[in-house]
């Protein structure tokens, strides 16, 4: 890493790479005790492998017709980061000539089939590329949930292979002639899943991300982590949503702060680091039934404070989008 606002790409590794492969453009390709007995261990050392992945070219050919792709990030993991990426898929696909796919990168804890209500379905392969999960007529989903024998196993790999897994997913998902936003929802944190993305997204290019944070600063110190990440990476930062802040109750409409902003909230965070604020989504008890039910929280219950905040968020994209292709 430098000390500026660039970042070195992460090294590249063959897919059945051992733990410790040094990348095959180090110098020590091929020849550290790490490659020994790797069947790539010649072609490394060989130095053929070192040029551009082709893959990369590739994925920007797919995407082609993709016009906005959108990675939606947290810091810290319990923050309800691909809840928020469902609710906005949910709302950004309300418009019936609006098509949106959501990509699942979180190789190991796979959670928008749930959310979209599409767990119980399976993917199809056909000529030409993996076919996304149909939620309704404008939204599909892509995950490794659906390719797992059981809803309970646990997907144990390492790098390598879950980069391998990213790669398939952006080069053989065919998502059709066009689609007019791509989610693309990743673990928490800034590791193997973000370096892959970006890396494979390199030509077609990111259009932003939507970080989620929740008030308190256990949750803020991580999210200070992600909005470095996205400045050395070099992707723009569209915004910061501030989940569960403040319960309203159903009932009397009152707001009780649960996660108390003690260092101001992500609002103050923002302000000081000079990143939008895309607005703050309290809690409602409802929004977790309506995760596990796989329905649309914001058709469900139109007249919640959370439902007007989520459509703020969502109207705030759309208004960044639409400038900027004027």
Sequence with gaps: MTNDNTMEQPPQKPEDAPEHCPGVESADAGKSSACDGCPNQQICASGEAAGPDPAIADIARRLAGVRR???????????????????????????ENTSVGVLDVDITGPSIPLLLGVADDRVHQTSSGWTPVAVDETL?????????PSKDDAVIWRGPKKNGMIKQFLRDVDWGDQ??????????????????VVTYLKDAGIDGAVLVTTPQEVALQDV??????????????????????????????????????TTGG???????????????IP???????????GVS????????????????VVDHLESVFSSSSE
């Design 140 to 148: 599909s989903c892509m995950s490794i949930a659906f390719m797992l």
């Design 179 to 196: 689609l007019d936003w791509m989610l693309v929802d990743t673990p928490p944190g800034t590791s193997d899943e973000h370096l892959s």
């Design 283 to 293: 809690l409602d008890p409802r929004i977790m039934r309506s995760a596990d039910s």
């Design 266 to 280: 992500a609002r103050a965070m923002c302000a000081a680091l000079d990143v939008p604020f895309l607005g703050s």
């Design 69 to 95: 792709k959108v990675l939606i990030l947290s810091g810290k993991g319990g923050v309800g980061k691909s809840t928020t990426a469902a609710n906005l898929a949910f709302a950004l696909s309300h418009d």
């Design 224 to 261: 200070r982590k992600e909005i470095s990440f996205c400045r050395k990476v070099g992707v723009p930062i569209l915004g910061v949503v501030e989940n569960m802040a403040g319960f309203v109750c159903p009932g009397c409409k009152h707001t009780s702060d649960i996660f108390r902003p």
């Design 297 to 312: 929280f914001m058709d469900e219950f139109p007249d919640s404070p959370a439902t007007i905040a989520y459509q703020a």
